[in-house]
């Protein structure tokens, strides 16, 4: 059965259980038609049958119990579904909305009812919307129809919207605005006090200029007046003021009243014209952000139509039982009160409701992949204590307590029978590619197949010199595996050995593989892969996880990040992963030294650059990417490479490392850098996470203040990887700027949680987890910190997900849908 008829039919099953009385949708069936027509439509269902079922929607409410039982069956006959043809008939008697349905509906048994209420729909709300006098006429477009069928929107508003991401009718009707103006508490003139911030509405009534005596100050004034008063507007120095202003215009001014000589004035206050229509009903006016050649005025009529009539269109896919329960205002309320509010007290209910949303769906999502990965089986193994005390004690160190626990928790994963889904968080530098070492020796000892992923080749290379150290060494008579039992896949790997990797893997030779995403390409087969690590993993798309998982069949897998996610965050979008924290760092670690430097001291800084190498020691100076006038990102790097190779540092060997090199090029100037063929190392924020080169010990940070924090901990993390003293140097591109928040964070704490926290506050989690994270581009309202929010919206999408793991009872066929549409990927993973 198709998808679009596959849900009709459970909502009817719905809708006949509670008695026809047009409540198994929120909102009514005439509502939920737009949103099915357009899914039938977009499976290919005949268009005559969809118009013919449409219409038959629409209707719906205007029927009498009996004649709407029959208009459904009527749409089993038309689609041709069994189901829908037999639903039943109830007697002629019965009214619509007399009564709840529960009490009313005497076909029904006292056990279906039941069931029906503990898939989480409330017992009884009452439905406010009646028939309709008029039926609507079947909708022949949907929501999903580009801008430009809208009246008023031609080609070229449709590619100046485009422009702000609005291609199709629903882009717009959730394109919230920016701001607004509360044109609904507006003060009149005659009531301005001295001293007071306001808004008013007045009209202009004279332009004048004049040039003072004493300065020669040009200053453009105008007289603005409203019925009751009139205050004068002026500007120093601003004659293009008068480019704008004209007689009889109807401005919307605000600032700050201030006096000259004795009589109230505004200076140079913000001003704009405003639409009286929207006045006079005196309300709160959205404000939208725009693009060039597109005019709020414009914008805001367009919106205005667009939102009434779509918002009451929109079927509301929550369940009464949580509209009621956690106080949400409807869907179709809500849309239409964001853009258009009633009153702040509206706006508020609205902008919580769809914040809730926003929650809730990216947990839904991520509920039910946990669900999903839950559910299923996963080898068991166990290893003897004895063995991992002696594993352990092979290491050339000892584990720090945060090492020894997180090892204790995977080693209950393997055992648990489910597989293994833990992200592990732990700053640079606190050790995680040792607890990967034992995870992957814990099943691979016990005869199966390992993988090990990492971003770059060189980290890949890297990772596969530490583990053959750690796992095969050759001193250790209780090694897991032999040397050639692990190897290594990169882009760069020669066909031959490719080949022979590929038959090593199937036939179960190689035990352990380690490289790029060259692993999850197709010809790479493993006889029996069971555990997976992903380093770096926030460097990973969904689907590379998701392609690496399939490697095997359900294996164990770790992913590991040294990026710190706040408490708040890690409870939204790792709520499928079980978290394991390293909040310490091995000991004898040096802190690294931060330092903000003024501009004008660079020459100290070159100092240390040239005393630590000739302690032996490397350095990184990072230049950000500069915008050039004619948009080609050119990079400060390339010309300060140039200069200081040749002007400050004659006598060393300086790198080059930026974006535009080929990937293979990078890789070359990386490895020349550990390999101390150079000095100094000049890049651009392409320096790769992970790298670990313990000789460097200076960071320089140049325009320090245009990095975020999180980038800027980066940075820093790579250096203090050695024992000897490091610092990072962060040097803001003008004195002034050396004043910014994050620069005094980098400079106040060595702790990435601490950091990740402020990140979060100042940025918004987009920013903060990149754009891979893709459920996170979609909270526009939710505020990541606000915790209440997020652990309610949490709590109800737990209550759905337990009564209901596969979301296929019919109350949440729509919420299915929502939350699919949320996650754009989700044939894929969620996370
Ligand atoms: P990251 O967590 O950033 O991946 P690594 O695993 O690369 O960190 O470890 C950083 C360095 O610390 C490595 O050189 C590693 O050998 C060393 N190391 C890891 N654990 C310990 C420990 N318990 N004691 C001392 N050094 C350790
Ligand atoms: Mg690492």
Known sequence: MRRSTEKLYKIFKLEEELGYQNRAVVGGLEKFSGSWVSEARAEGLPETSIQQVSSILTEYPDRTIPERARSLQKIGYILDVPGIKHLNIPLPEERPQEKPAYTQNKNHSEESIRKTRQKGRAAAIKRTTGPSPVPAAPPTQGIESTTTTVHGIGQKQAALLAKLGLHTIEDMVYYFPRRYDDYSSLKLIKDLKYGEEVTVLAYVKRISTFTTRNQGRKIVQALVSDDTGSIQLM????????????????????????????????????????????????????VYALTARLSQRWLRRVMYNVVNQWAPKIPDYMTEYILKDADLMDLSSALKEIHYPESTASLKKARYRLAFDEIFLLQLGVLKQKQEWTSQKANVYTVEDEWLTNQISQLPFELTNAQSKVLREIREDLTSGQPMNRLLQGDVGSGKTVIAAMALSMVIDNGAQGAFMAPTSILAEQHYASLKRLLANQENENRVMQEDEIRLLIGDTSAREREEILAGLENGSIRLLIGTHALIEDPVIFQNLQIAIIDEQHRFGVRQRAALRSKGVNPHLLVMTATPIPRSLALTVYGDLDLSLMDEMPPGRQPISTHIIFPVERERVYTLIRSQVEAGHQAFIIYPLVEQGDNDENTAAVDEHERLQREIFPKLKAGLLHGRLRPDEKEQVMRKFRDREFDILVATSVVEVGLDIPNATVMVVESANRFGLAQLHQFRGRVGRGSDRSYCILIPETSSAAENERLLAMESTNDGFELAEQD???????????????????????????????????????????????????EHQLMLDAMNHYWPSSEGERS
């Open 760 to 810: 979060l506050r100042q940025r918004g989690p987009g920013e903060f987890l990149g754009t891979r994270q893709s459920g996170y581009t979609n909270l526009r309202l939710a505020n990541i910190t606000d915790i209440r929010l997020i652990e309610r919206a949490q709590t109800y999408a737990k209550q759905v997900i337990e009564n209901d793991p596969e979301l296929s009872a019919p």
């Open 235 to 286: 500007w120093f120095n601003q004659e293009f003021q008068l480019r704008y202003l004209r007689n009889n215009m109807f401005l919307s001014i605000s600032g700050k009243i201030e006096q000259y000589l004795g009589r109230l004035v505004i200076y140079h206050p913000e001003y704009e014209q405003v639409d009286k229509e929207q006045l006079n009903t005196k309300r709160i006016v959205p």
